[in-house]
């Protein structure tokens, strides 16, 4: 079955900084995959959606790669701020209407 | 305001009392979906609904059942609730896939905490 994999151990960087969170997949192809923030006791907000063709994405701060080969998406966040820190989500779509998400990966910006 | 809406956010029951947590949005999204989310597990898929009276399982369906008779509500029924049931739930819906089957960015609402003594 499909696997999903992020960063386990939280990311601590300073502000200003680049943040860099990786997920990993196994055993499937996703047509595209997508990135959530959440902060704590609320639901996920979407973020941004790569598709497989699309190397990259930005939007504002953020910056999304896809690497088929690899089976890997890194999200970036540059010149971070505290406001960043939450856990982020990556998700893929299996087909059939399915989606999966990884377990997240806590991001914390200190000022 | 463009909305998924739960009810109830908080819920403590026993073991065994029938619940159903109640989902609804207001976008018209075809795609609806329930999830929980639990320490250390993140957010897993319980069911999804590509369309009105079409359902079918994610991967953590035992125990739940769910409908979909209209496009905008999507209601989760515990009928029997263990307490490793005690979780985080959430509802999300989500707009018409460009491609057939990938759901495309999901609309979360607020979250349900269930307890079940």
């Known amino acids: 079955s499909q696997k999903i994999e992020q960063n386990s151990e939280a990311l601590n960087i300073q502000e200003g900084k680049t943040a860099t969170l990786t997920c990993n997949y196994t055993?499937?192809?996703?047509?595209?995959l997508q990135w959530y923030r959440q902060d704590p006791g609320r639901g996920p907000v979407f973020l941004l959606l790569i598709r497989e063709n699309e190397k990259e994405k930005r939007k504002e701060r953020l910056k999304v790669t896809f690497d088929t080969t690899l089976k890997q998406s890194l999200f970036h966040i540059t010149a971070s701020q505290p406001a960043d820190s939450a856990t982020y989500l990556c998700?893929?779509?299996?087909?059939?209407?399915?989606?999966?998400f990884g377990q997240g990966t806590e991001l914390s910006v200190k000022p | 305001e463009a909305q998924v809406t739960q009810n109830p956010r908080y819920l403590i029951t026993v073991t065994g009392k029938k619940l159903t947590v109640t989902c609804s949005q207001n976008?018209?999204?075809?795609?609806m979906s329930w999830y929980r989310q639990d320490p250390g597990l993140g957010l897993r898929q319980i069911y999804y609904?590509?369309?009105?009276?079409?359902?079918d399982k994610g991967d953590v369906p035992e125990g739940y059942k769910v409908s979909r008779k209209e496009k905008r509500n999507f209601p989760l029924i515990l009928e029997s609730p263990s307490p490793n049931q005690t979780s985080l739930y959430f509802c999300?819906?989500?707009?018409?896939?460009?491609?057939?089957?990938?759901?495309?960015?999901?609309?979360f609402g607020p979250g349900t905490r269930l307890t079940v003594l």
């Open positions: 976008m018209n999204h075809e795609y």
């Open positions: 609904s590509m369309n009105v009276e079409v359902t």
């Open positions: 999300a819906s989500s707009p018409t896939p460009q491609l057939a089957g990938f759901p495309n960015e999901q609309f």
């Open positions: 998700a893929l779509a299996q087909g059939g209407g399915k989606l999966i």
């Open positions: 055993n499937y192809s996703p047509a595209y």
